[in-house]
């Protein structure tokens, strides 16, 4: 059973900086596309960032200013934002993107964690 726990969130001033982590555990993840998303009040979820390998795809709206990264031996992904704006205020999730059996894909997402940026 895929389990994604994320952490991290919090609130910070506009300029500042969050890193998310998600600890991912029930799968080998290697092979699996690893993002974040986030979802603001009255909006829909929308990709922030997302890996698979050593290929990153970022979101216009963040890049340059968001990192995502991971550690496969640990099995964590991270979000480093930088540079923080008041529009980045969300609920951000983790989200695996993968194939189980020849079968898919298949979406898990973790409960979530807030950031809020306040101006």
């Known amino acids: 059973q895929v389990q994604l726990v994320e952490s991290g969130g919090g609130l910070v001033q506009a300029g500042g900086s969050l890193r998310l982590s998600c600890a991912a555990s029930g799968r080998d993840f290697r092979f699996s596309t690893m993002g974040w998303y986030r979802q603001a009040p009255g909006k829909q979820r929308e990709l922030v960032a997302t890996?698979?390998?050593?290929?990153?795809k970022y979101a216009d709206s963040v890049k340059g200013r968001f990192s995502i990264s991971r550690l496969n031996a640990k099995n964590t992904f991270y979000l480093q934002m930088n540079s923080l704006r008041p529009e980045d205020t969300a609920v951000y999730y983790c989200?695996?993107?993968?194939?189980?059996?020849?079968?898919?894909?298949?979406?898990?997402w973790g409960q979530g964690t807030q950031v809020t940026v306040s101006s």
């Open positions: 989200n695996c993107n993968t194939f189980q059996g020849g079968l898919g894909p298949f979406d898990y």
């Open positions: 890996i698979m390998g050593d290929i990153t």
